[in-house]
């Protein structure tokens, strides 16, 4: 589908170049090249729909140890924490 409106944008653009084209069959060339152009960009945009899955969002479950570290007025100071993720 993407190759017929790309096909459709060449030989409008092609039809453009040629000279001697009337300027109401000018206006009506514009008008198709833009809803061409609009339903490419509309069917880009949408990704095509379906795909293959990624890869799952979020956290996995597990455990995870971090260390917190605060300092302040020459003081510093750290406490070791697990996370645990169901």
Excluded: D, E, H
């Excluded at 017929?4 to 001697?20: D, E, K, N, S």
């Excluded at 339903?39 to 956290?59: F, R, S, Y």
Aim: glycine share 16%; hydrophobic share 55%.
């Amino acid at each position: 589908m993407l190759l017929l409106f790309a096909l459709v944008i060449a030989l409008g653009m092609l039809a453009w170049m040629r000279p001697g084209l009337a300027t109401a069959r000018r206006g009506l060339l514009w008008a198709s090249l833009a809803a061409a152009l609009l339903l490419v960009a509309l069917w880009a945009g949408c990704g095509a729909g379906g795909g293959t899955p990624g890869p799952p969002l979020g956290t996995q479950a597990g455990t995870y140890p971090f260390t917190v570290t605060a300092s302040g007025s020459g003081l510093t100071k750290s406490v070791s924490l697990t996370l645990f993720v169901n």
